[in-house]
Structures are given as C-alpha cells and as structure tokens.
C-alpha cells in the first residue's frame, strides 16, 4: 500500500471509530420519549409505560376529580383506553377512593399487563396488615405492584413508621407486593428517602418552577439524582404544578423528559381527551 493511502484508510478508520460513539449518542439524546415507552423503576425490575394514569386530581378523604366527574365506569373505561393505547400504568391511593373503579377496570384487561400503584397512611403493623387485606379485595387483585407510604412529612418518617415498613418489608418478601417506597411533601422527607435503604420507589414533586414543590428545583434535582443513582425508581409527580402550571404545559413536559433520573411521571387526567392530548404532546416535547 502506497503511503499516501495508507495514511488516508487510517485516517478513515479513525474518523469512523471516532465518531461513531458520538453519533449514537446525539441520536440517542434527540430520540423521542412517548407516554407509552415501557420503562424500568430503578432497580425494581417492574417495567412501567411512561406515563402513568393519575386517578387523584385534587384527591383526600377517599374522593378525587375522577371519582366524582368520572364515576366507576367512567374511570373505568379511561383505564382501559390507556391501556390500549399502551399504557400499563395506574397510580391509585386509599385516599383517592379510586380502588373500586381500578377493580372494574381490571375486568376489561389482563391483571399481569398492568402495574397498579397505591399507597397507604398506615403507621402500625397491624394498620399495614388491615390495609393490605383491604385493598387487595378493593382492587380485585391478589397482590400489588407497588404501594407507598402517602403524604410523608416528618423527616423522622422511617422511625415513626417503622411497624407498617416491616411489614410491607415482609409482605414484599412473600409476593404479596412487588416494591414499596414514598410519596413526599416536604424537604426534610425526601432527604430521608434518599438515605433510606428500605425505599425502593419515590413519588417526588418536579416540575421546571419550583411550584408546590418540596424545595427549589435544583435541591430537589440534586436529591433526586441521588436516589436514582442508587437504584430507587424515581417518579414524578405535580408536573403541572398542582395545576399552577397548566399554561405551560409543553415546557412542563419538555423539561419532565429532560430528566434522566426521572423513570417515569403520573398525571391526573380526567378524561380521554386530556389523555390523547399527552399522548400527543409527549413526544413532540422530547425533541
């Protein structure tokens, strides 16, 4: 081979490993994001779409916007929309009062292609036992995918619920439920969360203006960053801000999608219009 020509094949070769590399990942980092990718929570193993289907807009004493608005089969045809659109994920809470609109939902579509959250106030062991019996015959189900401790404030949390996470502990031990974790709603909670080992999955406020959230953005991103990368699933919640926000909705999104430590994000959604509207948007904002 000449030397001319041996210098221009190298040359070549390098360019070629060279950037390669880089251009799988610009095209990874302009690939679009749509609500029904199906995604891992940390290291939970349990795969979830993207966007999960709130069922709790404005929801406390066993009642929400869907409850009311919606209805059982209401609700329950909302569910199995989603599901057919591809999205697995259903984000309930005793709270909520949605238990039975998930029980008629699961009717319609195969228990194992769908992931139900819920989440629970139980402080005691035998509050926690009660309550798993509970919602188990509520939602029509032998076990639960993920349940959570709802509404933690006290950073002391995971002393003063100690008796119901030994028993979710258990009860994840024996199939019952497949993760637990922690919604949060101050600072000092979420920074409990991020050192406690028995976490496994957060419900954490993110939005890209700090609104209701449980600190400014950037503390909860540092936070959040943590907790991922120990291998807690991470999903956001309050992504419009607690409806603060909801004339920024493609910012919002754009910004949720940004997030590589963000697995996932429930919005409460309240009707089929507003769900094909995200289906929509998603991936127009990931880009």
């Keep these: 081979m000449k030397r001319r020509e041996f210098f221009k094949c190298t040359a070549a070769t390098a360019g070629a490993l060279t950037l390669t590399p880089f ?56 569910l199995q929309k989603a599901y057919e659109e591809g999205i697995n994920f259903w984000d309930s809470a005793d709270q909520y009062g949605t238990h039975p609109h998930l029980k008629e939902a699961l009717k319609r579509v195969p228990r194992e292609k769908v992931v139900i959250l819920t989440k629970t106030k139980a402080t005691t062991a035998d509050e926690m036992k009660t309550d798993l019996d509970r919602f188990r015959k509520e939602i029509g189900t032998d076990y639960l995918d993920i349940i959570l401790l ?27 439920i497949r993760a637990h974790g922690v919604s949060c709603h101050t600072l000092g909670a979420l920074e409990a969360a991020a050192n406690s080992n028995w976490v496994q999955v957060d419900l954490a406020r993110i939005n890209p203006e700090g609104a209701v959230m449980d600190a400014d953005v950037l503390t909860v991103e540092k936070i959040l960053r943590k907790m991922h990368n ?20 493609d910012e919002c999104l754009k910004y949720v999608l940004s997030l590589d430590f963000v697995d996932a994000f429930t919005i409460g959604q309240e009707s089929q219009k507003q769900m094909y509207d995200l289906i929509k948007r998603i991936p127009a904002a990931s880009v």
Excluded: C
């Design 150 to 176: 709802h509404l933690m404030r006290d950073p002391d949390w995971p002393a003063i619920k100690k008796g119901a996470m030994d028993v979710m502990e258990k009860a994840r031990q024996d199939g019952v």
């Design 23 to 78: 251009a799988d990942i610009f095209a990874d980092q302009n690939k679009k994001k749509y609500a029904n990718d199906i995604v891992t929570l940390g290291k939970t193993g349990i795969k979830v779409s993207r966007l999960a289907m709130g069922t709790g807009t404005h929801g406390f004493n066993h009642r929400s916007n869907q409850t009311v608005d919606l209805g059982i089969k209401g609700l329950a045809d909302l």
């Design 230 to 249: 120990s291998g807690k699933g991470i999903i956001g919640m309050k992504i419009f801000g607690g409806g603060q926000l909801v004339n920024k909705i």
